[in-house]
């Protein structure tokens, strides 16, 4: 206990020696640095939490101090610099992406369409006909595309035409055609109709009806009850 009493009389009186060497401006600096990191200390939170306002007062006031006693400050040098360099980080707002930017969706569909109604076209050729409509897209992309929907490489490919992939494809030029009938609820009798579907519209054309679908007469527009 005397050693350490002696130990903190002589740290004492080598500091009352060493203010005598500083300067009125040096001393005020130091007091208004120790105020406020009493005022940071004394809030309710219990870590202290420092505003842009505290951070500005503790730079400005930091640097004017001697460099033995910016260490024993609340704010030493390096919060300092972190300081800085979170606020250039800020100035530098131009978006960081890493990595190969997403691919459209119109033209991941393009590519899956022209897979799928093209057995034999490879990623190659797939490259070169969206090039021709004005899209620049790798063969690296292509078929990572076609990997995600998975639809093997083109000697892979399952070269068998399926009758939805037929009729999807031919539906624009197809026609199916068949009669209904309807029977009358005044004489009873039974009007045959004859109609056309558009398969690709589904829009149906009503060609003629007729009482009588044995004779040899033309379909009539109108059949009369």
């Avoid at 401006?25 to 007091?31: N, Q, T």
């Avoid at 369409?113 to 076209?121: K, L």
């Amino acid at each position: 206990m005397s050693l350490r009493l002696l130990y903190l009389i002589f740290v004492r009186i080598g500091g009352r020696l060493s203010l005598l060497g500083r300067s009125s401006a040096s001393k005020d600096v130091e007091i208004l640095v120790l105020r406020h990191e009493v005022a940071v200390l004394r809030r309710t939170n219990p870590k202290p939490r420092m505003n842009w306002a505290d951070r500005a007062v503790f730079a400005a006031l930091i640097r004017l101090l001697p460099k033995v006693l910016r260490a024993h400050r609340l704010i030493t040098p390096g919060t300092f610099l972190r300081w800085h360099r979170r606020l250039v980080a800020r100035k530098w707002t131009y978006p960081n992406h890493t990595g190969r930017p997403p691919v459209d969706h119109a033209i991941a569909v393009l590519i899956e369409r022209m897979a799928r109604e093209n057995h034999t076209w490879g990623y190659k050729r797939i490259q070169g006909e969206l090039l021709r409509l004005g899209y620049r897209v790798g063969a690296s992309t292509i078929r990572r595309v076609l990997k995600r929907v998975r639809i093997p490489p083109a000697p892979r490919r399952c070269t068998d035409t399926t009758w939805q992939q037929f009729l999807r494809t031919q539906a624009s030029t197809m026609l199916a055609c068949d009669f209904f009938h309807v029977d009358c609820a005044v004489t009873l009798k039974r009007i045959y109709a004859f109609f056309v579907l558009e398969a690709g519209s589904r829009y149906v054309h009503l060609l003629g009806a007729t009482t009588n679908p044995d004779g040899r007469g033309p379909l009539s527009r109108h059949a009369t009850c």
